[in-house]
């Protein structure tokens, strides 16, 4: 896993207001301020695993058509992207930092 800073990337590529996204080997920060944020760097490596288990172009798929889900469900980008199950794994245990030690595969699909 590498980690980037590219502020351009992000403005460029992604939603407004995000400030770090992975794409797996790569978490991309638009400040290398967050390097030192220990619970924003285990949210993205939770997600690095998630994007390990589905290879990467499966995780991209089902985040999107989960997230146009939620968006219909919720009707509001906010909610809709916190409740996609990867977001809720990622969230529910990104102050804990042991979880990637003992996590089982696949468990995002415990937080569906
Ligand atoms: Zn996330």
């Known amino acids: 896993m590498w980690i980037l800073i590219s502020p351009w ?5 992604t939603p407004k207001n995000i400030s770090g996204i992975t794409i797996f080997p790569f978490i991309i920060l638009d400040k290398n301020s967050l390097r030192n944020d220990k619970t924003f760097i285990n ?14 172009l499966l ?9 146009l889900y939620r ?8 909610k ?3 409740n996609i199950s990867f977001e809720r ?23 569906w």
């Open 9 to 13: 990337f992000l403005k460029w590529f």
């Open 43 to 56: 949210h993205e490596l939770i997600h690095i695993y998630q994007q390990m288990e589905l290879f990467i």
């Open 80 to 82: 809709a992207y916190r």
């Open 89 to 111: 794994e990622a969230y529910a245990n990104e102050s804990n930092y042991d979880y990637l030690k003992t996590r089982k595969w696949f468990s995002f699909i415990k937080y």
């Open 71 to 78: 968006l219909l469900q919720y009707k509001n980008a906010d």
């Open 59 to 67: 995780f991209i798929i089902f985040y999107y058509l989960e997230y």
